[in-house]
């Protein structure tokens, strides 16, 4: 689903990301773990086309970010760390919106929109403004946006920052559901290594370098801890 090859980004001297590759399988729960500063993010604004890499190429479902991104951007639904509705507009308003960017026929928007918000449990929040929702519903909000054209590939940038522990274990919940039942391919960005620990695989990302990557109980291995924690802290320290 996902295809990295030598991905290197720089600003000025400082290298964000160094020669990074890696492949992302359909239908799979992928952890992008690493501290702050790791170049996270970075690697999330490269694959959503925000920023162009400057070395290397990423493919989405076969199609080059280089040579054709706005076919491969059509496979990416994609949740960022800050969060970016309109506080002012209802919850239906900014999915419909979201809809009408995707050029999803009103109908078809219409039954999704109130698929998901069932699903979710905001369904009866779609006429509040957003700026009235509790941190995590906003959340639940954007992952229901991020979701209205079907993407493949879902992005999920450090998206349970700021929640209580209820609201990050309902989204993770919802996530690993759209794996197993959409054959959603998800790459989670994180920080917190109980996150990754329920994960199928875990990348470990630091200082734009990928440390290790397997199965969390592959990775706590070959980082030589005695748990996944003690192992993350200690090659990131």
């Known amino acids: 689903m996902l295809n990295v090859r030598s991905l290197t980004k720089r600003y000025g001297e400082r290298v964000a990301l160094q020669s990074l590759s890696f492949t992302l399988e359909r239908g799979s729960f992928v952890a992008l773990l690493g501290p702050n500063g790791a170049g996270k993010s970075t690697l999330f604004q490269v694959l959503t086309g925000l920023f162009a890499a400057d070395e290397g190429d990423v493919e989405v479902a076969g199609l080059s970010m280089r040579r054709d991104a706005r076919r491969a951007l059509a496979h990416i639904g994609v949740v960022f760390q800050q969060q970016s509705l309109d506080l002012d507009l209802s919850v239906a308003r900014n999915l419909q919106f979201q809809a009408d960017l995707q050029g999803l026929p009103r109908a078809l928007a219409a039954e999704r929109i109130a ?8 369904a009866a929040d779609l006429a509040r403004p957003v ?4 941190g995590g519903n906003r959340r639940k909000v954007e ?5 209205l054209h079907r993407p493949e590939l879902l992005l ?5 920052v700021g929640l209580d522990p209820k609201s990050r274990r309902d989204l993770l919940d919802g996530l690993h ?7 959603v391919c998800v790459l989670w960005a994180t920080h917190l290594v109980p996150e990754a620990e329920a994960a199928d695989r ?4 630091h200082k734009g370098r990928l440390l290790a990557d397997g199965t969390p109980a592959e990775v706590t291995a070959a980082l030589g801890g005695e748990s996944l924690e003690a192992a993350f802290i200690a090659a990131t320290r």
């Open 131 to 134: 700026r009235e929702l509790s």
């Open 143 to 147: 992952l229901v946006r991020s979701l």
């Open 115 to 122: 698929q998901d918000t069932q699903r979710y449990g905001i």
């Open 156 to 160: 999920m940038d450090e998206a349970t």
């Open 202 to 205: 875990v990348l470990v990302l």
């Open 177 to 183: 559901g759209e794996v197993r039942e959409r054959g």
